[in-house]
């Protein structure tokens, strides 16, 4: 078993910067890929960004390519969503995700725990 708490959102303007935060706990969070998605009313939930804990590796969705990075703090059991140049279209509630047999997958299919969400929300 995996435990998420998502922090760091907010209301921000067009233009600013958020860093999300995620706390893992549980026996064998280590060994898992950990992920970031976003949904918004009426949309399916998308895939932001993923990261192996293992490895450092990272993937980043082409939407968020240039102005999201994630990290990882293994000292903190923490992954990180640091978000630059905010716009209005990134407004959702952003979940953070563990994949346990570490596909290294954008799909939400493949993420079995799953935080309680964190609030984002660019005003332009």
């Known amino acids: 078993q995996v435990q998420l708490v998502e922090s760091g959102g907010g209301l921000v303007q067009a233009g600013d910067s958020l860093r999300l935060s995620c706390v893992a706990s549980?026996?064998?969070?280590?060994?898992?890929?950990l992920g970031w998605f976003r949904q918004t009313p009426g949309k399916e939930r998308e895939f932001v960004a993923k990261?192996?804990?293992?490895?450092?590796?990272?993937y980043v969705a082409t939407s968020a390519k240039g102005r999201f990075t994630i990290s990882r703090d293994s000292a903190k059991n923490t992954v990180y969503l640091q978000m630059n140049n905010l716009k209005p279209e990134d407004t959702a509630v952003y979940y953070c995700?563990?994949?346990?047999?570490?596909?290294?997958?954008?799909?939400?299919?493949?993420?079995?725990?799953w935080g309680q969400g964190t609030q984002v929300t660019v005003s332009s």
């Open positions: 995700a563990a994949d346990p047999w570490r596909r290294f997958s954008t799909a939400v299919s493949a993420y079995d725990y």
């Open positions: 549980g026996r064998t969070f280590s060994r898992y890929d």
């Open positions: 990261i192996s804990w293992s490895s450092g590796g990272t």
